[in-house]
């Protein structure tokens, strides 16, 4: 899928990629290369350093981010995943369970948890676009129990247009599920760290957002509710998003300014659906460098210190 705003580069990167099948020995076009390569860099940064708040949410809703499975893959070993609700179901929309944190991150057990996007159709429909039930959110719960109990760090990734909205799952409790998470999260005795990898909508994503560290990468989004909806209801009209979505300072950056995320971790220039190696090495390192920093903490020091966390970023709202 290519965005709107990188058509640009995209056809400089055709142009770039039929010169060379063409060029040969050829010095003239060797040299016409690596002219269209200089325009091609500062092309993109000029597009990515001047990316609206809504275009980074485009970005961050672009299929070929990282998602769930390729950051566990790639920075944990020996995953187990646990299922089921212990009530009604299994929610494919989020999954956990035990892993081991990569030697080179510092080996650290932990329980993982994240939103499951999908990467292929049949995938994406199972977990319902990341837009978990009640069940899945209950589950998520059985896990931070878990981790209480075996004293495990908790590792959260967040990607989610936000919690599932229909008449099922509000018959189910959905409010009451998300709101069970965020009170077992408070009063957890290890380290709870958070990563923001894409979406963060509604409380969706802040069930698995109140935490010791929370980091997001530079393009993702973190919001009480989507720019469209928002617009849907403030201005009557979904099309003025972009203008919404300034409004609702739901950027990284607007978020590292109000205290409410510790690190805004940079993406590769192109975004993360263009150079996704290079974003989940970046997440990958924040996360070994904070849970070794975090573990060993005595547990009643790290709940005081949560709780003051989440005082404070109140006080400076009010500010």
Not at 184 to 197: E, G, H, T, Y
Not at 237 to 263: F, M, N, Q, W
Request: glycine share 10%; hydrophobic share 40%; with cysteine.
């Amino acid at each position: 899928m290519i965005l709107e705003f990188e058509r640009p580069i995209k056809e400089l990167e055709e142009r770039i990629a039929g010169l060379h099948r063409l060029a040969g020995e050829s010095e003239g076009l060797q040299a016409e290369i690596s002219r269209l390569e200089e325009a091609l860099e500062a092309a993109k940064r000029r597009v990515y350093s001047n990316l609206s708040p809504y275009q980074r949410v485009q970005v961050a809703r672009h299929p070929a981010r990282p998602n769930l499975r390729a950051y566990r893959d790639a920075l944990t070993d020996d995953f187990y995943e646990l299922s089921g609700d212990r009530l009604h179901g299994e929610d494919a929309a989020v999954r956990g369970g035990f892993a081991r944190l990569k030697p080179s991150l510092g080996g650290h057990p932990i329980v993982l948890i994240g939103h499951d996007k999908g990467a292929d159709v049949k995938t994406r429909v199972a977990g319902n676009f990341g837009m978990a039930h009640p069940e899945g959110y209950r589950k998520v719960k059985r896990f931070y129990e878990l981790a209480a109990r075996f004293g495990l760090p908790i590792v959260l990734l967040v990607d989610t247009p936000g919690a599932f909205a229909g008449r099922q799952a509000e018959e189910r409790g959905q409010a009451w599920a998300i709101s069970d998470d965020l009170m077992a999260l408070s009063r957890a005795p290890v380290p709870v760290v958070s990563f923001v990898i894409g979406e963060g909508g509604s409380g969706g994503a802040l069930a698995m957002c109140l935490a010791d560290y929370v980091g997001m990468l530079e393009n993702s989004y973190l919001s009480v509710i989507a720019p469209e909806a928002c617009a849907s209801i403030i201005f009557r009209d979904p099309s003025r998003a972009a203008e919404a979505a300034e409004a609702l300072k739901l950027t990284a950056r607007d978020l590292k300014d109000h205290g409410i995320v510790d690190e805004v971790l940079p993406e590769p220039l192109g975004g993360a659906h263009n150079e996704p190696e290079d974003a989940i090495e970046t997440v990958g390192n924040a996360l070994g460098r904070v849970v070794s920093g975090l573990t060993g903490t005595d547990p009643e020091t790290l709940i005081a210190s949560r709780h003051d966390r989440y005082r404070r970023i109140g006080e400076r709202a009010i500010q």
